[in-house]
């Protein structure tokens, strides 16, 4: 969803619109997700989920265009490890 947005003229438009959609879409659900887990406790008071869903988004498209590119799964599992870090306990 992240590559095919890249290429392509206008005739790819659609294409890019629809995988837009998706990736809108896909981060909605995370950010839904974390709001339950911020209502439920596993996420402290003062996390915001939106930034969260974003933050979760962009580290899932870097990651694919890393792999696209020949990422071991060493290298995309240090990647996610990192990222974990970084999320609020």
């Not at 629809?18 to 003062?46: C, F, M, T, W, Y």
Request: aromatic share 2%.
């Amino acid at each position: 969803m992240v590559q095919g947005a890249l290429c392509g003229g206008e005739e790819c438009e659609s294409v890019k619109q629809v995988l837009a959609s998706r990736r809108a879409a896909g981060e909605v659900a995370i950010r839904e997700r974390l709001k339950r887990a911020k209502r439920e406790g596993d996420l402290p008071a003062d996390a915001d989920p939106t930034a969260l869903a974003s933050f979760v988004a962009i580290v899932m498209q870097g990651m694919s265009v890393q792999a696209t590119g020949g990422a071991s799964r060493n290298d995309l599992q240090a990647i996610a490890a990192t990222a974990l870090r970084a999320f609020p306990a």
